[in-house]
């Protein structure tokens, strides 16, 4: 049996025309587990219940927070695509090769994960510890993809931002979830129906 050596281990960079569905899916699934295994260690060492952040509360109003706040968004973003040049939201073909070919299911089950994942470890972990601005600060660097062009990277930085404003307001990690949710189902569909048409 061969011995495995790490430092035969090579990183390369590779070109979104590169990948292979099964690479992104994995790729995607993977830094999603890290994401919720992060966030709830960070929350653990807070000497928090993570599960107590996910009880749904009995006044609703963080529905109208979390769906006020992605229409919002998706008014803005809407905006956006049709005022500054394409090139310049350009997020290297990632988005379009992760929804373009997705049954509407798969969408579901996408933004669903990436929601509950990415705002248990934002807004509830590091938001808790460093609050919306530098939380906001760190979601925008995270999103390594849109750091080539100023618009996206400040786009990302205020919707970071909004979505811990509703937490703050609304008591609630479900309204960032269900905002976040809804802008990232709403924008697979778009893509999914936009290019099969």
């Avoid at 090139?87 to 290297?92: K, L, V």
């Avoid at 090769?97 to 990415?118: K, T």
């Avoid at 600060?137 to 750091?147: E, G």
């Avoid at 479900?174 to 936009?194: E, K, N, T």
Wanted: charged share 15%; glycine share 8%; with cysteine.
């Amino acid at each position: 049996m061969k011995k495995f050596k790490f430092g035969e281990i090579k990183v390369k960079k590779v070109e979104p025309g590169q990948l292979t569905d099964r690479l992104l899916l994995l790729n995607l699934y993977i830094t999603q587990g890290l994401t919720l295994i992060i966030g709830l260690i960070w929350i653990l060492f807070q000497k928090r219940n993570p599960f107590q952040l996910l009880i749904i509360p009995e006044k609703v109003h963080f529905v109208a927070w979390g769906l006020g706040l992605a229409a919002a968004m998706l008014i803005v973003d809407y905006l956006l695509t049709h005022i500054v040049p394409e090139e310049s939201m350009d997020d290297g073909g990632i988005n379009d090769l992760l929804f373009r070919n997705r049954p509407v299911w798969h969408i579901i089950v996408i933004a669903a994960i990436v929601s509950v994942c990415e705002e248990l470890l934002f807004r509830g972990a590091i938001q808790y510890s460093i609050g919306p601005y530098w939380t906001s600060i760190v979601f925008a660097l995270i999103h390594v993809r849109y750091l080539r062009h100023f618009v996206p990277t400040g786009w990302v930085f205020l919707s970071s931002y909004g979505l811990g404003y509703i937490y703050i307001q609304s008591g609630s990690l479900w309204a960032p979830i269900l905002c976040h949710f809804f802008i990232d189902l709403i924008s697979g569909l778009v893509i999914r129906y936009r290019r099969e048409s």
